[in-house]
């Protein structure tokens, strides 16, 4: 989809250092030293806590800040040379927190142009883009809709459907679902979710709800600018002392799970969601059912 070769990994992090207002009294060292590989087609969430560095490293994932020092590849591009700037922004696109700092235009359609128009190209192709971005967040019957008028969850989306129209290989959902209410969260999830499945864009979410994370194939943890944790999202929520050292919570559904082993019950695998638990326990009463023998249950 981003028209990379495919050769290389989607995203390359290199010792990346990031400091703000460097060389003056007031510098801050957001990212201090993240060494991160990702590959096309990934689901990955960012936890950390407050001012752990996740917007700063997101920013240096689609160049709207260059490294202090360290590096940033996307697609084999490097994000300091100043004539790949649009190439990359291209191929990683970013949803940010609040849905009303985002759409700019006052009709949806517009908004969601305002890329590929960007992009230089003939207005055929744009029109195909943005009815197709719509269609694809469920927004196209409101294209003639003024943005400030739709829901949190819907003016996302719109956001999200702004992305795609510049063909992007990886979205990066900045708490994007922070500011929703509950129905918001879920579209935006479902669309992100779906993104990934059917189309192989790369999610990057980052997110203070653990139950989002949970949904993410790969979790990394960073804490004051580096990488505490990196792996499959059930190995990383195993770790529940780094975790409470980070001041993380666990997933609900893995802290249930924990404490309902604490309790003394045989919960099999490590359910991170309430699917996966509702198999871990139904098996358990499937096992129970065959070692009691079908006479035993009641008619
Ligand atoms: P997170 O997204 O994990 O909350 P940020 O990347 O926003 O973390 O912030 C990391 C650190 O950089 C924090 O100490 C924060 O205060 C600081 N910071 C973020 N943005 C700026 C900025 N524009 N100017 C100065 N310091 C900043
Ligand atoms: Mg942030």
Known sequence: MSGGTGSVPLIQVQDLRYTYHAGTPQAVVAVDGVTLTIERGESLALIGANGSGKSTLAKCLN?????????????????????????????VGMVFQNPDNQLVATVVEEDVAFGPENLGLPPAEIRRRVEEALRVVEMWEYRDHEPHLLSGGQKQRVAIAGMLAMRPACLILDEATAMLDPQGRAEVLRTAA????????????????MEEAALA???VALAAGRVALDGPADEVFERADVLRDLRLDLPPVAALAQGLRAGGLAVRGRPLTPDDLVEALAGDAHAADAATGAATRPT
Do not use: F
Request: charged share 30%; glycine share 6%.
């Open 217 to 219: 194939r790969r979790v």
């Open 194 to 209: 779906r993104l990934n499945r059917e189309d192989g864009i790369t999610i990057v979410h980052i997110t203070h709800a």
């Open 63 to 91: 160049a709207l800040l260059q490294p202090s020092a360290g590096r940033v590849l996307v697609d084999g591009l490097d994000t300091r040379d100043r004539d790949a700037v649009w190439a990359v922004r291209q191929r």
